[in-house]
């Protein structure tokens, strides 16, 4: 018997969208509760967040600029947890890239999935904490060779085969910048993710606009993650200026639902409009007599021509005619029947 496997990226609809608010709270507390709810507004699958303190990410001693910006920008404890209770009161998941492995331990209960951003990448020690909750993750894949990607889907297997074999893990093309030029944002390796690896596969933004977001739809991403504010303008923080507002990602995901209905079913079948209107029979051709032709008249090409509408003998036939006797004569234009021929 066929396993079932789950569907843990299923977004609302069809593509499992991501408001990316991170840092862009900038430590204020009622900023990022104000983001919350104007992202679950926007109908984002999920609002994500940052969990980290200045001290368990940068090295204070090698780095002191980047541990004062990232002291600033933290949140409580207690303040991640009503963060994550009002995504839940407002209809949203709740999502996080935990940089601070003590995190886990509070916040797991209110988590369906991981993210691993991309400077986390080759940090397997990290990366194995995630694995034993056995929560779906998402990785995203910015400053990342293609043979660090295979080592860490390799990593992930060898530690926890489900993560594969259910397809628990997903892959996001990125870019690590803010922004990025357009010709940085390579969506085509969307598709080397989906030829190599057979998991979920999306697109985290960088760029300004929603063109990126757009295309990746088209190209089939399953995922979209993307940097979420309530308005770039006055803002001096980098990520606002990759940022969507709520009205323009809830544009998007109309624009999701319409590429949606426009890729329809893969059976290749006329469509209820096409039979319907009747155009089966109207637009296609069928065989006829370029003139009259007596009974036992043996047909040649120059006897047949095809027009529309399809009555009788379809077009696709006319070769079969040729060499055939008639059993009686027809007239010009007369609509055709296999049974007048032996």
Same mark, same amino acid.
């Given at each position: 018997m066929k396993k079932i496997i789950k569907k843990n990226f299923q977004g609302k609809n069809g593509v499992y969208v +991501?408001?990316?608010? !991170?840092g862009n709270h900038e430590g204020d507390f009622e900023y990022a509760k104000y983001l919350t709810k104007l992202a679950a507004q926007s109908g984002a699958d999920a609002v994500k967040f940052q969990i980290y303190t200045g001290g368990t990410l940068v090295n204070k001693k090698y780095d002191p600029k980047r541990y004062k910006h990232f002291k600033k920008f933290q949140l409580k404890k207690h303040e991640y947890i009503e963060l994550a209770i009002l995504c839940k009161k407002l209809g949203t998941n709740f999502m996080a890239s935990v940089w601070d492995l003590d995190a886990i331990s509070y #916040?797991?209960? %209110?988590?369906? #999935? %991981?993210?691993?951003?991309? !400077?986390?990448l080759t940090s397997y020690n990290l990366i194995k904490k995630f694995l034993k909750t056995s929560k779906p993750i998402i990785i995203s894949t910015?400053?990342?060779k293609f043979k660090e990607v295979k080592e860490v889907i390799n990593f992930i297997n060898s530690t926890d085969p489900n993560y594969i074999n259910e397809k628990k893990i997903a892959l996001l093309q990125c870019t690590s910048m803010y922004p990025i030029p357009d010709k940085d944002a390579n969506l085509n390796v969307i598709n080397l993710y989906k030829e190599k690896f057979d998991i979920n596969v999306g697109y985290s933004d960088h760029t300004e606009g929603s063109l990126a977001i757009e295309v990746a739809v088209a190209? !089939?991403?399953? #995922?979209?993650?993307?940097?979420?504010?309530d308005s770039r303008e006055n803002k001096s923080f980098r990520d606002h200026k990759v940022s969507l507002t709520k009205d323009e990602l809830k544009k998007f995901i109309r624009y999701i639902k319409k590429v949606k209905t426009l890729k329809g079913s893969s059976i290749k079948k006329p469509t209820l409009s096409e039979e319907n209107n009747n155009h089966v029979q109207s637009f296609r051709?069928? +065989?006829?007599?370029?003139?009259?032709?007596?009974? !036992?008249?043996?047909?040649?090409?120059?006897?047949?021509?095809?027009?529309?509408?399809?009555?009788? +003998?379809?077009?696709?036939n006319y070769y079969k005619l040729i060499g055939l006797k008639l059993n009686r004569s027809v007239k010009k234009n007369e609509y055709l029947s296999f049974n007048l021929f032996k």
């Open positions: +991501i408001a990316e608010i !991170g #916040i797991d209960n %209110y988590i369906q #999935i %991981y993210k691993i951003g991309s !400077g986390d910015g400053l990342a190209m !089939g991403a399953e #995922i979209i993650e993307v940097h979420f504010t051709r069928a +065989i006829y007599p370029v003139k009259n032709l007596p009974r !036992g008249h043996i047909i040649k090409e120059k006897d047949l021509v095809t027009r529309r509408p399809v009555k009788g +003998i379809s077009a696709n």
